[in-house]
């Protein structure tokens, strides 16, 4: 049960962050700060994966990585990502 609910606190936030991070993206088109994200997965190629992407993009800084719902919410809670 807390499993469950702590990926449904994890897709909320998710959601909430892509939201954020396009909203951020139209208020910083002169340039600025990088938009800070968490990647969130169970498989740890898809993670190093997607950091290579993004480490490519110069929008974007990942601050932090979880392997499950219960450790991206602490780390949202510490990290504070976009």
Do not use: W
């Amino acid at each position: 049960m807390l499993e469950r609910d702590a990926h449904r606190r994890v897709r909320c936030v998710l959601r909430d962050s892509a939201f954020g991070a396009a909203q951020s993206t139209r208020l910083r088109e002169g340039g600025g700060m990088p938009i800070t994200t968490l990647l969130a997965d169970d498989h740890i190629v898809m993670r190093r994966g997607l950091r290579l992407l993004l480490e490519n993009a110069p929008d974007f800084t990942v601050v932090a990585e979880a392997s499950d719902g219960t450790e991206a919410i602490r780390q949202c809670q510490e990290k504070r990502p976009e």
